[in-house]
Structure formats: C-alpha cells, structure tokens
C-alpha cells in the first residue's frame, strides 16, 4: 500500500520530535519555576506542537493563539503579515511564551514581538519547533528551539502546503517537483 502522503521524505521523525518536546518542556519548567506562564500558539502550525509542549511543562499555564499568515497557498513568505485572529485575553504583567512551528525570514516574529510588547507583557520569550536560518531577514528571537533546518520546505506536524499534511507524524520535505509545486 502506497502511503496517502506519496513522496515526502521523512526528515525528523517522530521519535525525536517527542524527544526533543520533553526537553524542551523540561527546561522552559525550570527557567519559569514558581511563575505562571501564558503558552501563545501562532495558528495554524503551532497547534501539535504546543499540544504536545505544554504536557511537558510542569507550571500552572494559560494557552492562547495568535492567527497570522504570510504564506498564503505559497512556499515563500510573502513578507506580508496578516492578523488572523487575535488574543482572547490580556497579557499585560503576564510572562508570556510564544510556540511557533518554524522561524523562517524572522518577519513574523519580529511582527509578534513588537505587537505582543506593546500589550505590556512582562516577559516574552519564544519556543520554535524549527528554524530556518538561511532564509532569515531580520534578526529573530528564539529562546528555545526544536531544531535547525536546511532551507527546504517542510511539513508535517502541524505545517502545511495549503492547508494539506499538517497530520503528518514526523516533519517531511515537500519534494521540488511536488504536483501541486510544480504544476
């Protein structure tokens, strides 16, 4: 039986992205003991991962999201960032960790950051599942990360092409000759 997801290369499985969470969990737990942390999700792609993060951060947490795009139906940044959806509460005084699925040109963080200081957060900290240097623009804050990845186009685990494959279990690359790429 040929797999639903055709030719997507596994790229970080899904061994050691459970691996890499609980670490991840264990150390935001001790750099935040005794306080109590407000989890920000930036939709749509952060969503498994912070599922799966915030099991393994052993604090009293709040979770939002924060909806932002500059993909559209692409596989470049558009540079353009758009509000999707904004914070159900407020954060001001709050010590704040924002979960992103990959920092990519750096735009959407900075954008984030600036916006979520203007809230008046008393701290801000940012955990990204991957990270994509070689693409960057701008510098970009990432206080705990998952993993570094060359510069290809990944899904999986929560990150899509077109809303498709975020179900994936592990974190593929979306072969250049991809039909939907491609075509």
């Not at 072969?175 to 790429?181: A, G, M, T, V």
């Amino acid at each position: 039986m040929v797999a639903w997801y055709g030719d997507i290369e596994e790229v970080i499985s899904p061994a050691e992205i459970a691996k890499r969470v609980a670490e991840l969990g264990r150390s935001i737990s001790r750099d935040f003991v005794g306080r109590e942390l407000v989890l920000i999700g930036v939709l749509k792609g952060s969503f498994l991962f912070m599922a799966d993060l915030c099991r393994h951060i052993e604090l009293p947490i709040t979770c939002d999201f924060f909806g932002l795009s500059s993909y559209g139906d692409q596989t470049k940044s558009t540079g353009v960032i758009r509000i999707t959806s904004d914070l159900k509460r407020p954060i001001a005084g709050k010590d704040v960790l924002v979960v992103e699925d990959i920092v990519d040109t750096g735009l959407t963080v900075q954008y984030l950051l600036e916006n979520l200081k203007a809230r008046r957060a008393s701290s801000i900290k940012v955990c990204s599942l991957l990270d994509k240097p070689s693409r960057r623009v701008v510098p970009a804050q990432i206080d705990y990360l998952g993993f570094s990845v060359p510069n290809l186009f990944v899904v999986g685990y929560g990150l899509d092409f077109k809303g498709r494959y975020r179900n994936l279990p592990f974190v593929g690359k979306l072969p250049d000759d991809h039909p939907e790429i491609a075509g």
